[in-house]
């Protein structure tokens, strides 16, 4: 387990900064502590200053998951967000869409969304943004990628 080299933090950056904005700083001075992302394995992991210390006691074949996963990096060096990133971007996430009741399940089993699906939508959402996708009751569903405004879909 090791630091973030500077490319590899830009492009970590560069994603969040997608989804969450300047909230970026959110994540990382906590008022429960002070949080950082570390490489193992081509997956970052979000994990506490506490924590961090704790692991350095691990030998590294041993170490599994230090901390929460937001992602790996992929063999031509993209970072890919994972769906265990989700809970820390919610709370923070710049726009966000709700999905209704009927078109829910048909998005979660890797469907588009059509506008009539739509149950709400953040004002001001531009076309290719990240967006976090909620349910009607406000639980975080998926973080995508593009929201393609034209096609009135997302994907």
């Given at each position: 387990?090791?630091?973030?080299?500077?490319?590899?933090?830009?492009?970590?950056?560069?994603?969040?900064?997608?989804?969450?904005?300047?909230?970026?700083?959110?994540?990382?001075?906590?008022?429960?502590?002070?949080?950082?992302?570390?490489?193992?394995?081509?997956?970052?992991?979000?994990?506490?200053?506490?924590?961090?210390?704790?692991?350095?006691?691990?030998?590294?074949?041993?170490?599994?998951?230090?901390?929460?996963?937001?992602?790996?990096?992929?063999?031509?060096?993209?970072?890919?967000?994972?769906?265990?990133?989700?809970?820390?971007?919610?709370?923070?996430?710049?726009?966000?869409?709700?999905?209704?009741?009927?078109?829910?399940?048909?998005?979660?089993?890797?469907?588009h969304v059509l506008k009539s699906g739509l149950g709400r939508i953040?004002?001001?959402?531009?076309?290719?943004?990240?967006?976090?996708?909620?349910?009607?009751?406000?639980?975080?569903?998926?973080?995508?990628?593009?929201?393609?405004?034209?096609?009135?879909?997302?994907t």
């Amino acid at each position: 387990m090791r630091p973030l080299t500077e490319a590899e933090t830009r492009a970590v950056f560069e994603k969040l900064g997608k989804y969450i904005g300047e909230n970026i700083q959110l994540l990382v001075d906590r008022p429960d502590g002070t949080y950082c992302f570390r490489l193992h394995r081509d997956r970052v992991f979000y994990l506490s200053e506490k924590l961090l210390k704790l692991a350095a006691s691990v030998p590294r074949d041993s170490l599994v998951a230090p901390g929460s996963c937001f992602g790996k990096f992929t063999k031509s060096h993209k970072f890919r967000l994972s769906v265990t990133a989700l809970d820390f971007l919610a709370p923070y996430a710049k726009y966000k869409v709700w999905v209704k009741p009927g078109s829910e399940q048909s998005f979660l089993y890797g469907n588009h969304v059509l506008k009539s699906g739509l149950g709400r939508i953040t004002e001001n959402t531009a076309q290719y943004q990240g967006v976090v996708v909620y349910s009607m009751a406000d639980v975080p569903l998926a973080d995508v990628g593009e929201y393609v405004r034209n096609e009135e879909t997302l994907t």
